[in-house]
């Protein structure tokens, strides 16, 4: 079982920046291929980066250039960095870490991101 953490969202202007972080429970997590997805109200959870283990990285077309996923294996913690937030942005924030067989996946609880004047 992995449980992951996340932090980091909040209120924010347009224009403006957070940083969300999910933490990992286990040591294991630097063979895991780690993603952030997002809600909003209403609409389909949807990818928003991921991060492999070589740390091969794929954005949703929507935030390129904006967003940008990274890991740090020795504190088994995946990051994202948002700038540029724009309010079609809000959403709650979900990590993920899938095993590479695919066998295994985990969520995590999910953070609040709102961006708004």
């Known amino acids: 079982q992995v449980q992951l953490v996340e932090s980091g969202g909040g209120l924010v202007q347009p224009g403006g920046s957070l940083r969300l972080s999910c933490a990992a429970s286990r040591s294991i997590f630097s063979i895991y291929t780690m993603g952030w997805y997002r809600q909003a109200p209403g609409k389909q959870r949807e990818l928003v980066a991921a991060i492999t283990r070589g740390g091969t990285t794929n954005y949703a077309d929507s935030v390129k250039g904006r967003f940008t996923i990274s890991r740090d294996n020795a504190k088994n913690t995946v990051y994202l960095q948002m700038n540029s937030l724009k309010p079609e942005d809000t959403a709650v924030y979900y990590c993920?870490?899938?095993?590479?067989?695919?066998?295994?996946?985990?969520w995590g609880q999910g953070t609040q991101v709102t961006v708004s004047s």
């Open positions: 993920k870490a899938v095993h590479p067989s695919g066998s295994a996946d985990y």
